[in-house]
């Protein structure tokens, strides 16, 4: 089954990654993601507080707003699509994660699968 990780960061540091990370540690979350040969897919989003949210009202008009939600202390900064057999392997290697330390957060959802 697929799930998606939604890696959130709690804190951001001075370059816009994530604070409480090192690039090292995600090269080598990576590698074990790819290694254990459940990786679909996966992205980092580049400088975590540059954002633009793109809402539409019901006479259709577009507002278009930049930055990232003023709402959210947590800013999305990449995700995983992992295959895996069931959700209790999808949350350890959501624990594994180095977005999910200190501060982060890694949110586990299912993918939907429609039959196409």
């Given amino acids: 089954m697929k799930y998606m990780l939604l890696i959130n960061a709690g804190a951001v540091a001075e370059g816009g990654g994530a604070a409480e990370c090192e690039p090292q540690d995600w090269m080598d979350y ?3 993601v790819r290694d254990a040969g459940i990786l679909v897919s996966g992205e980092s ?3 975590l507080v540059t954002a633009t949210t793109v809402r539409v009202g019901p006479d259709g008009a577009r507002a278009v707003t930049d ?3 003023a709402e959210s202390r947590e800013v999305l900064g ?3 699509v992992i295959d895996v057999p069931d959700l209790d ?3 350890d290697w959501a624990a594994r994660c180095p977005g999910a330390r200190g501060s982060g957060s890694v949110v586990v959802r299912p993918v939907a699968d429609f039959g196409v």
């Fill in 30 to 32: 990576d590698k074990q």
């Fill in 45 to 47: 989003l580049a400088d």
């Fill in 67 to 69: 930055g990232p939600f």
């Fill in 78 to 80: 990449g995700f995983y």
């Fill in 89 to 91: 392997v999808a949350l």
